[in-house]
């Protein structure tokens, strides 16, 4: 997996709402949580201290791969297995703490590591904030462009908004899978 941080001048900064407009265009939204059974500040300690080890760890990438560098992110679909390493970008960390509550953000994109313009960029954020004081949820915000203008628009429509979608609920799903069993690690605790 590979993983920058870039926070001044995101366009994610602060939480605000990814939307952006190419050619008049709205891109396709995905939303989707999952929940984890561990305290909130343990689960954004875990995210803060090393989110690419725990984005690295969920979607079994560089060490399970030998040494591969970008996530594996993958879906079963209509029975086969579609894997797509991708490069990540964390652009934002947020915290807030409001009357409503506490929340982090995480403000990233991914894009295919090899071949890009074949597939899908996703701009997302993961909004995470306590539920119970041993719950926490994980809100998954992204949008995406289909690649290849008019016909990639048509193969969107047929199968790929759901292969997009399936995609992203496998890797919710498998971060807090992770965070689940892992997030009670402190500092260096964390695979690298």
């Not at 605000?16 to 929940?35: L, T, V």
């Not at 016909?151 to 969107?156: C, F, L, Q, S, V």
């Amino acid at each position: 997996m590979k993983i920058a941080i870039d926070q001044p001048g995101s366009h994610i900064a602060h939480g605000d709402p990814m939307i952006f407009e190419k050619d008049g265009q709205m891109p396709k939204s995905i939303r989707c949580y999952d929940y984890v059974n561990q305290p909130y500040d343990q689960v954004c300690e875990a995210l803060r201290l090393k989110s690419n080890a725990v984005f690295h760890a969920a979607t079994k990438s560089a060490e399970a791969r030998g040494g591969a560098v970008a996530a594996g992110l993958h879906v079963k679909f209509a029975g086969f297995e579609i894997t797509k390493d991708v490069e990540i970008l964390i652009k934002t960390y947020t915290e807030v703490e409001s009357k409503s509550g506490k929340k982090m953000t995480i403000g990233f994109e991914w894009k295919a590591a090899e071949t890009s313009g074949l597939f899908p960029s996703m701009i997302a954020q993961l909004d995470i904030y306590p539920i119970t004081k041993s719950e926490t949820q994980l809100d998954f915000h992204g949008h995406y462009e289909p690649p290849l203008g008019i016909m990639g628009k048509a193969i969107d429509a047929v199968l790929g908004h759901r292969i997009a979608e399936a995609s992203v609920h496998q890797f919710v799903s498998e971060v807090a899978t992770y965070l689940r069993n892992n997030a009670q690690v402190r500092q260096g605790d964390c695979p690298a």
